[in-house]
C-alpha cells in the first residue's frame, strides 16, 4: 500500500511540475510585456516595474524565481486590480468557491445514487424509464444552460428564489441544482447499470435465499460493490464540476474564486490566470489522488500493494 | 376430491388413436440448410440498432442537423452577421422563424452556421483523439513491457492534468480561434481513447487467430492493422460518439466564457452568451434555440453512444 502510494505521490508531482512549467512557457510566450497596454508608456515607469516583477532577468532566473514562488505559495501580484495579490482573490474567493462545490458534490452524490438504485430495483418499469429518461437529459444539458433556464424559469417568471448572489440558503439552491444535475445523472446511469449487474450474482441469490430483507441485500450486499465505478468517475466528476463553478459563478454572480477567474480571462489578467490555474490543477490533482487511494482502500478485489513488486 | 378422481382416466394413452399421428420424413439435406439468413458483425449490430428507437431518433436528428448546417443558410435572405440594430428582439415570426437577438441578426440563420461550428469542432476533434489514441494505445498495448510501461506513464501524468483548465490556458495564449480550440481539446482529449484502445489489444492479442499470423511470419504493423484494429472496432466507435458531445460541450462552454469562436463566425455558445444579457427582459428566444440545439445534439449523440455500445457488444449478440 504504501509503495503503491508513493508511486501514486511521486505521479502527481511530475503532473503538477508540467502544469507549472507548461503555464511558464505559455507566461514568457506572451507577446509583449503585460504593463504597456495602458497608456502609461513611460520608459522608466516600464523598467521600475519589470525590475519589481522581475521580467528582466533572463528565462531560467525567472523559472527558478516562479517555482520559488510557487513552491512559497505566493503566486504574486495581480496586474488589472492594484494592490491585490493573486493569494488575496484566492483567500476571498475560494472559500465560497470550496463550498459550493461540496454541497454539489454531495447533493449529486446522494441523489445520484438513490436514483441509481430505484431504477435498478425497478428495472424496466415506469419507474425506471423516468429516472434514465432525467438522466439522459441532465447529461445533454449543458450546466450553463440549466443555469440560465433556472434563472429564467423559477426566479424571473415565478419568482420563487432569489436571482443572484450567496447570501443566505435560498440563494444557494439555484446554483447547486444547475451545477449538481450533470453529475447527478452521470452517478445515476452508472450506479443503475452496475447494480443490474451485480443483483444478478450468485451472493444475491445467495442472500435471498437466506431470507434477509430486500432493504439489507440492496444496502449492504449489492451497493458497495455497485459503488465502486462510481468512485472511479470521482475523478472526473470533480474536474466537471471545478470548471462548472467558472460558469455558474459567473451567472449567478457568486463572489467567489471563479467568478475573479472567468474576469481575469476576460481583462486578460495574466498572473491571476496563471496563479489560478495552477492552484486549481494543484487541488485537482491532489483530489484525484485521494480518490485513487480510497478506491485501493475500499475495493476489496484490488491488492494495490501486490502490484508494487512487478 | 371425487372431481378429480372422475376425471383421471385409467386408459388415459390408449384414448388418443394412432392415426393422429403422422410420421414427419427426415431430410437430410433440410439439415444443412441455415434457417435465419447470415449476418455479419455490422448487419446484426445494425440490426440492434435499428430496434432502440432513441438511438435511431438520435440518428435521424444528426443526418437533419447535418443537412440544415449545410443548407440552412441557404433557406434565409439574412447574412450570419449582418445586424439591424431597429430591428432587435423581434419574436419568431414570418420573416425572422426564430425572431432576432440584441443587434437585430437572424438567429434562424445564425443557428445553422452555429450547428456548422458545432459538428465541425466535435467531429475533427474525436477524429483527431481516435487517431493518435489508437496509435498511441496500440503500439502500448501490443509491444507490452517497458515500452507499454513508459507510453502508460505518460498517459497516467496526462491524465491528471485538468484539460479544461489548461485548455483556457493554452486560448488565453494562442488567441480563440478555431484551430486553437481543436488543438486545445484534443491535446488531452485522446488520453480516454489511448486507454481504450490498449485495454481491447491487451486482451486480444493473446487470441490464437493472433498467433496464427504470427506463426506465418506477419509483421507487427499488419497485425496491429489486420488482427487487433479491427477486433477494437466496437469500443472505438461508441468511445467516439461519447467524445463528440463532450467536444461540442467544451466548444459551446468556452464560447460562453468569452473564450471561443470570435466574430465573424457564431457559435451556438456564443449565442447563448449574447443572450444572457436579455433573459429576464423576457426575449426567450434568443436564448431557447441555441440553449435547444446544443442540449439536443448532445442528447443524440449520447443516446446513439448507449445505442452503438449494446448494439456492437458482442456479448449481446442473439
Known amino acids: 500500500m504504501l ?7 511521486l505521479i502527481m508531482i511530475v503532473t503538477l511540475w508540467i502544469i507549472i512549467t507548461v503555464t511558464f512557457v505559455l507566461m514568457i510566450s506572451i507577446p509583449g510585456s503585460p ?126 428564489l432569489p436571482v443572484a448572489t450567496w447570501s443566505s440558503p435560498a440563494h444557494m439552491i439555484l446554483p447547486i441544482l444547475a451545477l449538481a444535475t450533470g453529475p447527478m445523472a452521470i452517478i445515476a446511469r452508472l450506479t443503475r447499470s452496475t447494480m443490474l449487474e451485480v443483483l444478478t450474482q450468485d451472493y444475491i441469490k445467495m442472500a435471498r435465499a437466506k431470507g434477509l430483507s430486500p432493504w439489507k441485500i440492496t444496502i449492504k450486499h449489492a451497493l458497495r460493490n455497485a459503488l465502486m465505478p462510481v468512485v472511479t468517475i470521482m475523478g472526473t466528476l470533480l474536474a466537471s464540476i471545478l470548471t462548472g463553478t467558472f460558469v455558474i459563478e459567473k451567472i449567478f454572480a457568486i463572489p467567489g474564486m471563479g467568478k475573479y477567474f472567468v474576469e481575469s480571462i476576460n481583462q486578460r489578467d495574466y498572473p491571476v490566470i496563471m496563479g489560478t490555474t495552477v492552484f486549481y490543477s494543484a487541488f485537482l490533482i491532489f483530489m484525484l489522488f485521494l480518490v485513487d487511494i480510497a478506491y485501493g482502500i475500499l475495493d476489496p478485489r484490488i491488492k494495490v500493494h501486490k502490484r508494487g513488486g512487478e | 376430491m371425487k372431481a378429480t378422481e372422475e ?66 443558410p441557404i433557406f434565409s435572405p439574412y447574412g ?55 496509435i498511441w494505445g496500440g503500439i502500448s498495448g501490443y509491444k507490452g513491457g517497458r515500452t507499454d510501461s513508459i507510453m502508460m506513464r505518460i498517459i497516467e501524468i496526462l491524465y491528471g492534468i485538468p484539460s479544461l483548465l489548461v485548455t483556457i490556458l493554452l486560448l488565453v495564449v494562442l488567441g480563440p480561434s478555431l484551430l486553437t480550440i481543436i488543438i486545445a481539446l484534443t491535446i488531452t482529449g485522446w488520453v480516454g481513447m489511448a486507454r481504450i484502445v490498449r485495454g481491447q489489444v491487451l486482451q486480444i492479442k493473446n487470441y490464437e487467430h493472433v498467433l496464427a499470423s504470427k506463426s506465418f511470419g506477419a509483421k507487427s504493423s499488419r497485425i496491429i492493422r489486420r488482427n487487433l484494429l479491427p477486433n477494437t472496432m466496437g469500443p472505438i466507435i461508441v468511445q467516439m460518439t461519447l467524445s463528440v458531445p463532450t467536444a461540442i460541450f467544451a466548444e459551446a462552454f468556452l464560447s460562453f466564457i468569452g473564450l471561443g469562436i470570435q466574430a465573424p463566425f457564431a457559435s451556438w455558445g456564443v449565442m447563448a452568451n ?27 449523440f449520447n443516446v446513439l453512444g448507449d445505442g452503438l455500445q449494446d448494439g456492437l457488444d458482442p456479448k449481446l449478440r442473439k
Do not use: C
Open chain 1, 3 to 9: 509503495r503503491y502510494i508513493l508511486k501514486r505521490l
Open chain 1, 35 to 160: 504593463f504597456n497596454s495602458e497608456g502609461s508608456s513611460n520608459a522608466t515607469v516600464q523598467a521600475n516595474l519589470e525590475k519589481h516583477y522581475n521580467l528582466n532577468e533572463p528565462y531560467h532566473i525567472q523559472y527558478l524565481l516562479y517555482l520559488k514562488s510557487i513552491v512559497t505559495l505566493d503566486l504574486g501580484p495581480s496586474i488589472k486590480q492594484p494592490n491585490q495579490t493573486v493569494n488575496d482573490l484566492l483567500g476571498r474567493g475560494f472559500p465560497i468557491s470550496f463550498e459550493l462545490g461540496i454541497i454539489t458534490v454531495a447533493v449529486a452524490i446522494v441523489s445520484g445514487i438513490t436514483l441509481g438504485i430505484i431504477a435498478a430495483l425497478r428495472h424496466n418499469g415506469i419507474i425506471d424509464y423516468l429516472a434514465m429518461g432525467l438522466a439522459v437529459l441532465g447529461i445533454s444539458i449543458p450546466n450553463f444552460i440549466l443555469a440560465t433556464l433556472l434563472i429564467q424559469k423559477i426566479a424571473v417568471d415565478w419568482e420563487l
Open chain 2, 7 to 72: 376425471m383421471q382416466p385409467t386408459s388415459y394413452q390408449s384414448e388418443i388413436p394412432d392415426e393422429w399421428f403422422t410420421r414427419k420424413k427426415i431430410d437430410i439435406d433440410a439439415a444443412e440448410v441455415v434457417s435465419r439468413p447470415s449476418l455479419s458483425y455490422w448487419q446484426d449490430a445494425w440490426r440492434r440498432l435499428k430496434q432502440n428507437k432513441m438511438a435511431m431518433l438520435g440518428l435521424a436528428f444528426l443526418i437533419l442537423l447535418a443537412v440544415m448546417a449545410t443548407v440552412g
Open chain 2, 80 to 134: 450570419v452577421n449582418v445586424q439591424n440594430l431597429p430591428n432587435q428582439y423581434q419574436p419568431p415570426s414570418q420573416e425572422h422563424w426564430f425572431g432576432t437577438d440584441n443587434a437585430g441578426r437572424d438567429v434562424f440563420t445564425r443557428t445553422w452556421y452555429g450547428a456548422r461550428i458545432s459538428l465541425f469542432v466535435g467531429l475533427v476533434a474525436a477524429l483527431i483523439d481516435v487517431t493518435i489514441g489508437i
Open chain 2, 274 to 300: 449574447d443572450a444572457l444579457g436579455a433573459i429576464t427582459s423576457g426575449y426567450w428566444w434568443t436564448l431557447f434555440f441555441p440553449a435547444f440545439f446544443i442540449s439536443f445534439t448532445m442528447f443524440a
